[in-house]
């Protein structure tokens, strides 16, 4: 069962599967593959062989230096890099802050901030979240005090992915404390080595470090870099988060996932019966493929309903819903069939010689500690359900 797509999106398909055929590093995709940490050279590497490609930016206007992509080419670009194995193309720049800029920004935000984001001179991260506001995101306190064309800023940012490796980052500030919460918050662009920034790393249960504390302490940010109007941010916030929840159905990720754990059950047996010969396990095979199926199905129908432009939140919730269960299940179900041998957690590089169920029993663990995180960030799971019943019952 294949989705109708024309023949030029097809071919645009085809473009970007030979583009990653010939352009993604082995040593990148077998870390990703595998589950081993890469590092910020290796995002960067990525970006970059990206833009001389033409293809960083490729869902921006022509105007920025885009091509306009539709929704269904930007989902068939993200698809196409998961599945060959491409590091997370770091959304904050090129899909986050970016689009705010070329939407909100005034035209010295454009001139100074867009070329380097094209051509991934520089690193962005996303100061959203605070020890008290999460979820309830509006309830933000991070205070920006006038001080002629200065704000002077202070307060926490928490699990701010990257902040370790980024030289900016786009934070919300509380501009008035007087109002309802979401009439006074701005939008600030900051960099990371203003005097009175500092940060603090935050160690995951997959003994990682990617999440960090972003301290400010009276820190000076010219009031030119602040995106839109003073107290006019929430809309700005907001039209971020949409463009956040779209990516993370992520379909490529999940197909290669599935196949991770085809080839796992291809090495494992039951005795002297292979495992996959078990009727309880070729079940549940039936079972993920089927959501897989429904997940790559539903996401493009909410795309291509799109045409340009966002789809429903509801549906974007759904997608959100859905995708992070299954690549949780998809985790789980790979360490389960390995049962003790799972219990190895540190991934290694240099299997390419190995069978590839021995690879991919390599990165189980990592794939499914990790795995955790994906209900909680982008909007928890619970938040989306809450967003999905506001939608189809009103309340
Ligand atoms: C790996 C990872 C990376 C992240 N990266 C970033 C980043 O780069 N920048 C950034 O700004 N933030 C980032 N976050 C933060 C993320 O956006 C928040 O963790 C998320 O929004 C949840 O907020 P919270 O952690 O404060 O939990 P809380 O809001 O305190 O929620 C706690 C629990 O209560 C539930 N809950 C809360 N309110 C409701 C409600 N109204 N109805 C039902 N249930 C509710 C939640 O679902 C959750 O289970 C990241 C998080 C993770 C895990």
Redesign the pocket.
């Known amino acids: 069962m294949k989705f109708p797509l024309t023949a030029e999106e097809e071919e645009f398909r085809c473009n970007i599967r030979d583009f990653c055929a010939d352009n993604l590093p082995s040593e990148i995709s077998e870390k990703v593959v595998t589950g081993v940490k890469l590092s910020r050279d290796d995002y960067v590497e990525w970006q970059r062989i990206l833009a001389r490609g033409g293809l960083l930016c490729g869902a921006w206007p022509a105007a920025h230096g885009g091509h306009d992509w539709s929704p269904i080419k930007a989902y068939l670009f993200d698809e196409e890099c998961g599945r060959a194995g491409a590091p997370w193309l770091l959304p ?1 720049g090129v899909n986050y802050v970016g689009p705010v800029i070329h939407t909100y920004g005034s035209e010295e935000q454009k001139a100074r901030y867009l070329p380097e984001i094209a051509s991934a001179q520089t690193f962005w ?5 605070e020890p008290e ?5 509006a309830g933000l306190k991070m205070r920006a005090v006038r001080d002629g064309d200065h704000y002077i800023v202070s307060g926490r ?6 902040a370790h490796w980024a030289d900016r980052i786009f934070c919300l500030v509380r501009t008035d404390p007087d109002v309802r919460p979401q009439a006074g918050i701005s939008f600030l662009l900051v960099d990371l080595r203003s005097p009175g920034i500092s940060i603090r790393p935050i160690m ?1 249960m997959d003994g990682r470090h ?2 960090n504390e972003v301290l400010f302490e009276d820190v000076r940010v010219p009031v030119a870099d602040r995106v839109g109007e003073e107290n006019g941010g929430w809309t700005i916030a907001k039209f971020l988060l949409s463009n956040e929840r779209l990516l993370v159905a992520e379909i490529g990720k999940q197909k290669r996932l599935m196949e991770a754990v085809r080839s796992i059950l291809s090495g494992l047996a039951d005795g002297d019966a292979p495992l996959s010969a078990d009727r309880a396990v070729q079940a549940r095979i039936v079972e993920l493929e089927t959501r897989l199926l429904a997940l790559e199905w539903s996401a493009l129908r909410t795309v291509r309903a799109a045409a340009t432009g966002h789809p429903p939140a509801a549906a974007v919730s759904m997608l959100k819903v859905r995708g992070s269960e299954l690549e949780q299940a998809l985790t789980e179900f790979a360490v389960e069939i390995m049962g003790p041998e799972a219990m190895v957690y540190a991934p290694k590089m240099g299997l390419g010689d190995a069978d590839p169920s021995q690879v991919m029993r390599n990165g189980a663990m990592a794939r499914m500690l990790w795995a955790r ?1 994906v209900t ?8 989306q359900r ?1 967003i999905i019943a506001k939608s189809l019952i009103g309340f």
């Open positions: 904050f991260c996303q100061g959203y979240s506001a999460g979820s309830d995101l940012k928490i699990w701010t992915t990257m995951t990617d999440l995180c909680i960030y982008g909007g928890s799971n619970e938040i809450n």
